[in-house]
Each structure stands twice: as C-alpha cells, then as structure tokens.
C-alpha cells in the first residue's frame, strides 16, 4: 500500500499523519484578524498620543481592506513562486514583525508602516490557509473550514474585547504588541512543515504542474461570481461595522448601547461560521444557504431604516446572521476547485478583488448619508449591493470546477485548428 500523502481522498482520519498541518492552519487562522481588532479600539487614545484626527482614524480603518484587496492579487504569483508552505511561513512572519513594529511606533509614520507590515502578513494569510485546507484536507474541507473560519472568528472577537483592558492595564505598546506573540507560534510550525521537502513543487502537486489545466481566472464567470458575493457581503458588513452605533444614537440610544449592538452583530458572526462549511459541502448547490443570509440582511436595513429601536436586539441577531455568505464563500474556494493551484487561483482572486469592494462600503454609506440627511439613500445603496450579492451568489453556487472551465476553454481555442 503506498504512504498517505497528507490530501489523500481515502484517509478515514482527520489528523492521522497531518497533525502539524492541522495545528498550523488553526494556528495561522487565530492571526488573521488580530492587526485589525487590536487597534480599532485604541485609535482615540493614539489620536491623542500622536496628534492626529479624524481623517487619519478613516485611513485607518481603509488600511486593512486595501491591504487585503492588495495582498489577495499578488499572493498566487508568491505561492506560486515560493510554494503554499513557505507563503504561510511568510503571512506569519510579516505578522509577527509588523505587529512589534506598531507597538514600538514613535509618530503616525513608524505606526502606518507596521500596520501595513502586519496587514500585509495577514493579507497573504487569508488567500493561502483555502489551499492548505485543500492540500492536506481535500478529504475533510468541510469539517477543517468550520474549524479554521470560527478560529478566524474567535481571532477577530478577543483582540477587541481586551484591546483596551490591557491598555489600561499595561499601557497602549503592550496591548498592540502581544498579538505578535502568537504569530510567532503559528510561523512554528510552518517552519517546520517547509523543511520536510527541501525541494518542493511550488503548489505542492502531485502531477507535473504543466499537465494540469491552468487559465486566466479572471476570464471565468465563476471568479467573478465568487468575488462579487465576497465582495458585496464584506462591503455591507463593514458598512454596517462603522456606522451601525452612529444610526441607533440618531435614533435616540445612547453610545454605550450603540456598542453593545456591533458586539452582538460581531459575536453572532460565529453561528453561521459553525454551520456555514458543513452544510455547504452536503449542498450540491448551497443558493438556498444565501437566500437566508440575502433575506436576513433585507429584513434587518428595513428594521434599522423604519424602526431602528422597535426591535434593535432582532435588527443586531439578523444583522449577524446576514453575513454567513462569507464562511460560504470561503468553503466554496475548495469545492469549487479540483487542485490547490486552483484554490490559490480563485482565492486570490475573490479575496483581492472582494476586498476591493468593501473599501468602499463605509465610504459610500457615509458620503450618501452626509448629501442626503438621512439615512434612505445609504440603505437604498446597501439594498442594490445585496441584489448584487443574490445574482453573484447564483453563479458562484451553480455546481462547476475551476479546472473544468479551464479545460473546456482550451478544447475550444484548439478546435478550429483540428478541424
């Protein structure tokens, strides 16, 4: 019987020969998020520190989806220049420094740059962990992306929620710089899992790359299906992010409870990061999983629009439930992809031009709101980005292979010249 190879479809066991790998993808999940949801909590205090206002807390909080959009684009042509191993040892890496360099930070200048050093580390990390999964789980995707997106979650969650309480306690450097500490950790193993092969295949095929169908993805319907149902549920939720407390303090809330409804927009992110995997991949066609989120998202704008304190808990729990087309959309790289070259293609993809998107969302919804003086052109605006989400996701769902267009693309290109 030949050895497993850590992808084999017939392996029974979740960890038998893939622990590392296992420990390593969860532990590059815990840091994808935690550059993000340290600062965000800290920036009125930095503001103080440093000097600045207003403009500079926007750029901010644009940082980490340009940098995401920019990272998703160029980190195919690392992995495939470096492998899927060493790029997660890079994400990791550049996480880790960048996070020091922050805490260590003596003006807005030295702050910017280690932020964009760790978000640039995280960025590569979100378009690298979707093949990983597919190289080492192809046998398990749904259960390891339930696993990795809730880590992700969890990662996103507890560096808010003690963000301040350690500043308090220790002092804002100490506070930005702790999550470096497990960026560390997670680079371990990575470490590791790059010098068992000291010459890898640069995607870690099996097959000799040039016999495996390969195209533009930008070409393909379905690339684009997936970056605009990324795109538009990032977009509404970062929307919703930034200016949920403003429009229930206009509604006659005060702030605190302003905040107390992104927590639980935030926290109930979690439920459809559970579910969201497992049901896909026992879904030939998931579109029904993104008809809930489309509905849950229109039911909670017209709640927040025509009645934001009837009932602002239900307006928050739908608000959470709405944006499970991104747990769904990260399990669709794998599924809709047959090799880890392919995954890497449409994750880079999706993720880059997703996250394009979403710089917009705040912009926008802000922008109408100020021209306007209310708040119907703003969800007016986020009514037409959640239609886009519906007609994107019924491209993105429709059962297909990556490699599979691919393939019948070049069969085309070459049959006029065989006739």
Not at 87 to 97: D, K, Q, S
Not at 99 to 107: C, I, K, V
Not at 126 to 134: G, I, S
Request: aromatic share 10%.
């Amino acid at each position: 019987m030949p050895p497993m190879t850590p992808a084999d479809p017939h392996s029974t066991s979740l960890l038998r020969g893939r622990v590392l790998a296992f420990s390593a993808i969860l532990l590059a999940a815990l840091n994808l998020r935690t550059a993000v949801t340290s600062v965000t909590p800290l920036l009125d205090q930095l503001g103080q520190t440093f000097g600045f206002g207003t403009t500079m807390t926007g750029v901010f909080g644009m940082l980490p989806t340009a940098s995401f959009a920019l990272f998703g684009v160029t980190t195919p042509m690392v992995a495939r220049r470096i492998g899927l191993k060493r790029t997660a040892l890079l994400a990791m890496a550049l996480a880790a420094v960048g996070l020091l360099l922050r805490s260590m930070a003596g003006g807005v200048g030295s702050l910017l740059f280690g932020s964009v050093v760790a978000l640039a580390g995280m960025g590569i990390g979100n378009v690298v962990v979707p093949p990983l999964v597919k190289r080492y789980f192809a046998n398990r995707v749904g259960t390891v992306s339930t696993l990795y997106i809730t880590v992700l979650q969890l990662g996103t969650m507890v560096p808010a929620l003690l963000a301040v309480p350690l500043a308090e306690q220790a002092g804002w450097r100490v506070s930005l710089g702790i999550w470096a500490i497990f960026a560390v950790a997670a680079a371990l193993p990575w470490i590791a899992l790059a010098r068992r092969r000291p010459h890898p295949d640069p995607l870690d095929t099996a097959a000799d790359p040039a016999a495996q169908p390969h195209g533009k993805v930008w070409r393909t319907p379905l690339a684009w299906g997936m970056a605009l149902m990324f795109g538009m549920t990032s977009l509404m939720t970062y929307s919703m992010f930034t200016w949920l407390p403003r429009i229930v303090v206009e509604a006659g809330a005060t702030p605190r409870f302003g905040g107390i409804m992104v927590a639980i927009f935030a926290a109930l992110g979690l439920l459809p990061s559970l579910t969201m995997p497992a049901l896909a991949v026992r879904l030939r066609n998931p579109f029904p999983l993104v008809v809930i989120g489309f509905s849950a998202f229109l039911i909670a704008f017209a709640g927040l629009l025509f009645a934001p304190m009837k009932a602002p808990w239900l307006w928050a729990v739908l608000l959470g439930i709405g944006p499970s087309t991104f747990p769904l959309a990260l399990t669709l790289i794998n599924l809709r992809t047959r090799t880890p070259a392919g995954s890497a293609a449409l994750s880079g993809f999706m993720q880059g031009v997703g996250y394009a998107f979403s710089c917009l969302g705040p912009f926008l919804f802000g922008w109408l709101h100020a021209i306007s003086g209310g708040w119907h052109l703003p969800f007016g605006f986020l009514l037409v980005c959640a239609l886009v989400l519906l007609c994107a996701s019924w491209v993105a769902c429709k059962p297909q292979k990556l490699e599979d267009v691919w393939l019948c693309e070049r069969r085309a290109s070459v049959l006029p010249e065989g006739r």
